[in-house]
């Protein structure tokens, strides 16, 4: 085959190619420490591979990982010193409150090799946590097992959720409800941006007990604490609190049609005449040719869950085979859409 005399610009091909390598410089360095050692003090490449890497380490790979970390805008670096640049100390920290650490430390350690396995997800439609690891049970059963991992995913999750739950609690108008319960709520950020934002809103964080302690240190740092209230409890076992509106934040694309259509009916179920269901996910353009960010996150749910990403359409044919009969979807511009499921008034 022969070049054309003018071929397309090589640019989105060549930058895909070199993108995993830089998600995995910014992995690396949060997993060795970089960010939270120069957080405490701006240190030269030596003190730094003695502090991260154990005295008789040599300083040079470290320095490639630096110097690439501040070449992505991540580090500053001034007569061979290294400091953290405000997108790190913002994001990469954790005594930031939005840190996503939690979530990149995930990421590199489950979400990055199960990736790597794409095409047998593929070729065969199933999650790759057996595959990679061996585990039998969800990925969340076995990643989460130890209460460090648990802890450092959640912060990186609230981290995201101080990112896009105001924006889901404002893309509709809520006023009207009086008691939201946040069903998976994990740390209770949308029930947090829920009751900061309508006063007349009382909310429950709805979660599993393993999960309700953090959720109770988040929310009694909130304004609004004194209306919001972590309760321990499995959304598919157990009763569900009492509500005009509950939410579901990320949790649908975690499950299969079967789980998703016995959550969504028990929710039903259990609201009142003019009760309504808010969920916060990305939503897919109707013919699917975008957004990229949600086509990611399917890809992401084939390779680490049962779920997948939706189109409104779909979720509207979901809810209303639930018993719900005015379903809304809206972008919201930030990192996941929101869904407004109104149940009949009669």
């Known amino acids: 085959m022969s070049v054309p005399d003018q071929a397309p610009d090589a640019a989105p091909v060549l930058e895909l190619i070199d993108a995993f390598r830089r998600s995995k410089t910014m992995f690396a360095a949060v997993s060795l420490g ?5 957080d405490e003090s701006p240190a030269d490449c030596s003190s730094l591979a003695v502090r991260l890497l154990g005295d008789g380490a040599a300083p040079g790979p470290l320095e490639r990982l630096l110097d690439a970390c501040v070449g992505m805008g991540l580090l500053h670096k ?11 100390e913002t994001y990469l920290c954790d005594r930031s409150p939005l840190s996503l650490t939690g979530y990149v430390l995930y990421s590199n350690e489950a979400l990055f090799p199960m990736w790597a396995h794409l095409e047998d997800a593929v070729r065969e439609g199933t999650h790759r946590w057996t595959q990679t690891f061996g585990w039998q049970g969800s990925l969340f059963e076995h990643f989460f097992k130890t209460d460090a991992r648990r802890r450092s995913f959640l912060r990186g999750m609230h981290g995201f959720g101080l990112l896009s739950s105001p924006a889901v609690v404002a893309a509709f108008d809520l006023s009207r409800f009086r008691r939201l319960a946040d069903l998976g709520g994990g740390t209770g950020h949308l029930a947090i941006a829920a009751c900061e934002r309508y006063p007349q809103l009382r909310a429950t964080v709805f979660d599993l007990p393993v999960v309700v302690g953090m959720a109770q240190d988040y929310v009694a740092a909130s304004a609004a604490h004194d209306r919001i209230e972590p309760i321990a409890g499995d ?14 934040g990320r949790i649908l694309h975690d499950w299969p049609e079967d789980r998703i259509r016995l959550l ?7 609201l009142p005449a003019g009760g309504a269901l808010l969920i ?3 939503l897919l353009d109707e013919d699917k040719s975008g957004p990229m960010p949600a086509h990611m996150q399917s890809l992401n749910m084939l390779v680490c869950t049962e779920g997948r990403e939706r189109t409104p359409s779909e979720y509207r044919a979901l809810l209303r085979e639930a018993g719900f009969d005015s379903v809304e979807g809206r972008r919201t511009g930030a990192l996941v859409d929101a869904v407004l499921a109104r149940k009949a008034s009669q």
């Open 34 to 38: 970089v960010f939270e050692a120069l």
């Open 78 to 88: 001034w007569d061979g010193v290294y400091a953290n640049q405000p997108v790190a």
């Open 235 to 248: 959304f598919f076992r157990d009763d569900l609190p009492p509500a005009d509106l509950y939410a579901l």
């Open 264 to 270: 969504l009916s028990k929710i039903s179920a259990a």
């Open 280 to 282: 916060a996910e990305k």
